[in-house]
């Protein structure tokens, strides 16, 4: 009895934790999935059942639209096929509203699946907005530099007008690092762009390149 109350207590904290878990025997059927696993995907309670074949979820997940869209066929192999591979599987899947729902399969020693459901959709807009801004200087990244510089050569060819580029390299900065070390080099780096960026126009592209380089296109 002392065993079947803390697997009690364990079910009921496993259901207050904005994580959604779900569990499947070694046939594939559920098991056991918590509130936030349902609530992600709006799971009919007809569903939730212990016993239910997977598939059977597999095909609610398709029908609100997280596998993208495609032949339902298709997509159920591809999502039993990810199922029955016997390593972790870390993947990202976007619901129809936005949000974004990491998926972490966990294999079971009974040869059963736990699958952890993490709402990432903050996460990723955040490594989305570093990956197109430099963190340091506030500039754009090389990436979304790059985008930039390709539209003002699109834009040239339709108005049949020229660009200009600068590239702007600071060859003795890591030199500089390695004498007054990381802080002290990033202070003076923030201080370049800062005295730079009033002398150029709002229009033209200002952008990181690299390390040491920065480009700017007009």
Same mark, same amino acid.
């Given at each position: ?36 696993? !349902? ?5 009919p309670d007809a569903l939730m059942v212990s016993g239910t074949r997977g598939v059977e979820h597999v095909r609610h997940l398709i029908k609100i639209g997280l596998y993208g869209e495609g032949d339902p066929e298709e ?11 016997? @390593? ?30 993490? #709402? ?11 990956? @197109? ?15 930039? %510089? ?26 500089? @690092? ?18 730079? !960026?009033?002398? %150029? #126009? ?13 480009? %700017?296109?007009a």
């Amino acid at each position: 009895k002392i065993r079947e109350l803390r697997d009690m207590m364990n079910l009921e904290v496993l259901d207050q934790i904005p994580v959604g878990v779900s569990v499947y025997d070694s046939e594939r059927r559920f098991a056991w999935g918590n509130k936030a696993y !349902q609530e992600f995907y709006q799971f009919p309670d007809a569903l939730m059942v212990s016993g239910t074949r997977g598939v059977e979820h597999v095909r609610h997940l398709i029908k609100i639209g997280l596998y993208g869209e495609g032949d339902p066929e298709e997509l159920e192999a591809a999502a039993l096929e990810r199922f029955a591979k016997a @390593e972790g599987l870390l993947k990202d899947f976007t619901l129809p509203d936005g949000t974004i729902i990491e998926m972490r399969h966990v294999p079971l020693r009974s040869g059963g699946r736990a699958i952890l459901h993490t #709402d990432v959709s903050v996460f990723r807009a955040q490594e989305s907005k570093l990956a @197109e801004t430099d963190p340091l200087t506030g500039l754009h990244g090389p990436s979304i530099g790059t985008r930039q %510089i390709l539209a003002l050569f699109q834009s040239s060819q339709l108005t049949n007008t020229e660009v200009l580029g600068l590239r702007l390299q600071l060859r003795r900065l890591a030199s500089y @690092e390695a004498a007054y070390g990381q802080g002290l080099t990033n202070r003076f780096l923030r201080r370049v762009i800062q005295r730079l !960026q009033p002398l %150029i #126009d709002e229009n033209y592209v200002f952008a990181r390149g690299g390390t040491m380089d920065f480009v %700017i296109c007009a």
